[in-house]
């Protein structure tokens, strides 16, 4: 284990108050401070943003799932920024109570998604950013609960007349059952973000997307999507 975990998990054990406390003074100092260049985590949403510099953000929403923390390590954050609005879905309770602090123009949605309802275990990881409803890919486990999961067609069934410029994927090791939940919402979605965290993930991420989608950037472990069809989600 790295010393730097070590230590984080060290201080989080001893002072259980100090990660939401560091969480929420990062979600005030980036709320409070004039625009960045990036919040992402290898600055994905740059490109994010240069795909849609044609796109009107008052008739098209984002949508995040998985959106953790709501300014950091965030690829939806800097389009919050310049004016646009969507919905962050995110699981983690405490998470999503920052969201609806720092994000307001935002939908924000405290499920799982998947590729099809349920009713799931979350595993929470002292790290929160590590969380998943894939118990594999959680080390240090602070505590199980049970939560419900809804596909991303479900969740955005009273939002079909809007345009998606992005639907951002990062559910830590759940990815592909999203994406097998989203396909009419593939449909009107423009750019898709997707974390690949090997080969083989990388591989069926673009095998079950390729039919409408073109992979044409990796950076770091995500991957980016444009749809073939543009002009006909921009009609």
Same mark, same amino acid.
């Given at each position: ?31 409070? &401070?004039? =625009? ?7 600055? *994905? ?10 796109? /009107? ?16 390590? +965030? /690829?939806?954050?800097? @389009? ?23 994000? +307001? ?17 979350f595993y929470v990881s002292r790290t929160p950013v ?8 959680? *080390? ?21 007349d809007k345009k998606i410029a992005m639907l951002s994927?990062? &559910? *830590? ?5 999203? =994406?097998?939940?989203? &396909?009419?919402?593939?449909?009107? &979605?423009?750019?898709?973000?997707? *974390?690949?965290?090997? /080969? ?18 990796t950076v770091g472990c995500n991957l980016l999507f444009? /749809?073939?069809?543009?002009? @006909?989600?921009?009609?």
């Open positions: 284990m790295k010393l730097q975990l070590k230590i984080t998990l060290f201080i989080d054990k001893v002072f259980p108050f100090s990660g939401p406390l560091k969480r929420f003074v990062f979600a005030c100092y980036h709320s409070y &401070t004039p =625009i960045r260049k990036s919040y992402s985590q290898y600055h *994905e949403d740059n490109l994010i943003l240069h795909e849609l510099r044609d796109w /009107n953000y008052k008739d098209s929403i984002y949508v995040d799932v998985g959106a953790n923390h709501p300014t950091r390590i +965030s /690829n939806s954050y800097l @389009l919050y920024r310049k004016g646009w609005s969507g919905i962050t879905v995110e699981p983690n309770g405490g998470l999503i109570k920052l969201h609806r602090l720092f994000r +307001s123009r935002d939908v924000q949605v405290n499920v799982g998604c998947g590729a099809e309802a349920s009713f799931l275990r590590l969380s998943s409803f894939a118990k594999n890919e959680v *080390e240090h486990i602070l505590r199980v609960k049970y939560l419900p999961v809804l596909t991303v067609d479900q969740l955005l069934a009273p939002f079909q994927i990062d &559910t *830590e090791g759940f990815d592909l059952n999203v =994406i097998k939940g989203a &396909t009419e919402t593939l449909k009107r &979605t423009y750019l898709v973000c997707v *974390e690949a965290n090997d /080969n083989d993930e990388h591989n069926k991420i673009t095998s079950l997307l390729a039919e409408d989608f073109e992979h044409f950037v444009r /749809n073939r069809h543009e002009d @006909l989600i921009c009609k």
